[in-house]
C-alpha cells in the first residue's frame, strides 16, 4: 500500500467520522429543539415535566461526538507520522540516488581519464588491437614451432 493510497484511506475515513459528527450534531440540535418546544408546550398546559431522559439522552449524544473527535484526533497523529516517514525515506532514497549517480559519474570519468592516458603514451589498445591479438595468439597456439622462431627473431631484435 503507497502512502498516497493510506494517505486516501485516512482521509476518507475521517470525511466519514466527520460526517457522522454533523449528522450527530444535527440530530442532537434538532433532539434539543424538539425538545424545547415540547418543553414550552407543556409549560404552558401547566404540566411538570421530568426532562432527565432528554439530559441524559443529550449527554450521552456529546460523549458521542467527544468519542468521535477523539479518534479523528489519534488517527490524524497516526496521519501525520506516516506523512513524516513517508517524507523522510522519499528525502533519503532521493540522496541516495544522487550519490549513487554521482560516483557512477566519477567513476566514468576516472576511466576515460586513464584511458586518455593510456592512449597518449601508447599504451591502451584499441578494439581493433585487441581483434588482431586474438587472432596472433590463436596462431601461436596453433603453429608452436613457427612461433618460437619468431619470438627468437623478436628477441634479436631487442
Given at each position: 500500500?503507497?502512502?498516497?493510497?493510506?494517505?486516501?484511506?485516512?482521509?476518507e475515513e475521517s470525511e466519514?467520522?466527520?460526517?457522522?459528527?454533523?449528522?450527530?450534531?444535527?440530530?442532537?440540535?434538532q433532539i434539543e429543539q424538539a425538545n424545547r418546544n415540547h418543553l414550552e408546550q407543556l409549560k404552558r398546559a401547566d404540566i411538570k415535566v421530568d426532562n432527565s431522559g432528554v439530559n441524559r439522552s443529550v449527554a450521552e449524544l456529546e460523549r458521542v461526538a467527544e468519542k468521535a473527535v477523539k479518534s479523528?484526533?489519534?488517527t490524524q497523529k497516526g496521519f501525520?507520522?506516516?506523512?513524516?516517514?513517508a517524507s523522510f525515506c522519499l528525502i533519503s532514497l532521493f540522496a541516495l540516488v544522487l550519490i549513487y549517480k554521482k560516483g557512477i559519474e566519477t567513476k566514468i570519468d576516472i576511466k576515460e581519464e586513464y584511458r586518455k592516458?593510456?592512449?597518449e603514451k601508447g599504451?591502451?589498445?584499441?578494439?581493433?588491437?585487441?581483434?588482431?591479438?586474438?587472432?596472433?595468439?590463436?596462431?601461436?597456439?596453433?603453429n608452436p614451432n613457427d612461433s618460437k622462431e619468431l619470438f627468437r627473431e623478436v628477441n634479436k631484435m631487442k
Open positions: 500500500m503507497t502512502s498516497q493510497q493510506l494517505m486516501k484511506l485516512v482521509l466519514i467520522i466527520s460526517d457522522k459528527i454533523k449528522r450527530l450534531e444535527q440530530l442532537s440540535a479523528i484526533q489519534t501525520n507520522w506516516m506523512l513524516y516517514c592516458e593510456l592512449s599504451q591502451y589498445n584499441t578494439l581493433k588491437d585487441a581483434e588482431f591479438y586474438n587472432k596472433f595468439w590463436l596462431w601461436v597456439d596453433k
